[in-house]
């Protein structure tokens, strides 16, 4: 079975750090490009960053540049989103997502179910 | 960067109605556009990606459409697991982006 799983998330105060992980099965990971999408609460969707099949290319989202790392260990099958000088703006589900024949000009096929970020003092 | 608008944010309708979303992008970009679907407390669901190709296991009532920089979502026969919210996303250039989403209530 093809999945995603999501883990690191939780509870930081502001200025704090976190590392997401995402687990895959069930596919060749190695193979295909990567993302993170947020959705703050009862916000809609918000593409945070994209890592290519190597890891070679990486590409952020303009208000997280400088403050977000996305990294992959294709020998483990996971990805990973560090995160630092963490905001209350920040509070979201955070979800790893495949892109559909790792190519991301055909959308996202595949979802984790999120792992939460709680900003908050 | 590019931005979506979508419409209506809000779209009541029953069981049985033919519903249509617009996704209006700010600069071209081909037919490089998907859609997805969301129900409260999941992850989003693949519908509709290059614009107008239907993901497998997709019901053959959803369609997608482009015309121009203006995409449309239509659903032609509204059913009961389709009340949901509905994204539009452009894959053209970095940074990606989403629509601000549609919700589709039961009237």
């Known amino acids: 079975e093809v999945q995603l799983v999501e883990s690191g998330g939780g509870l930081v105060k502001p200025g704090g750090s976190l590392r997401l992980s995402c687990a895959a099965s069930g596919f060749a990971f190695s193979s295909c490009s990567m993302n993170w999408v947020r959705q703050a609460p009862g916000k809609g969707l918000e593409w945070v960053s994209s890592?290519?099949?190597?890891?070679?290319?990486?590409y952020y989202a303009d208000s997280l540049k400088g403050r977000i790392t996305i990294s992959r260990d294709n020998a483990k099958s996971s990805l990973f989103l560090q995160m630092n000088s963490l905001g209350v703006e920040d509070t979201a589900v955070y979800y790893c997502?495949?892109?559909?024949?790792?190519?991301?000009?055909?959308?996202?096929?595949?979802w984790g179910q999120g792992t939460t970020v709680t900003v908050s003092s | 960067d590019i931005q979506l608008t979508q419409s209506p944010s809000f779209l009541s309708a029953s069981v049985g109605d033919r519903v249509t979303l617009t996704c209006r992008a700010s600069q071209g970009i081909g037919t490089y556009l998907a859609w997805y679907q969301q129900k409260p407390g999941k992850a989003p669901k693949l519908l509709i990606y290059s614009a107008s190709t239907l993901q497998g296991g997709v019901p053959s009532r959803f369609s997608g459409s482009a015309s121009g920089t203006e995409f449309t979502l239509t659903i032609s026969s509204l059913q009961p697991e389709d009340f949901a919210t509905y994204y539009c996303?452009?894959?053209?250039?970095?940074?990606?982006?989403f629509g601000g989403g549609t919700k589709v209530e039961v009237k």
């Open positions: 997502a495949r892109d559909k024949y790792s190519n991301p000009a055909m959308g996202v096929d595949v």
């Open positions: 996303q452009q894959l053209n250039s970095y940074p990606l982006t």
């Open positions: 890592i290519s099949a190597s890891g070679t290319y990486v």
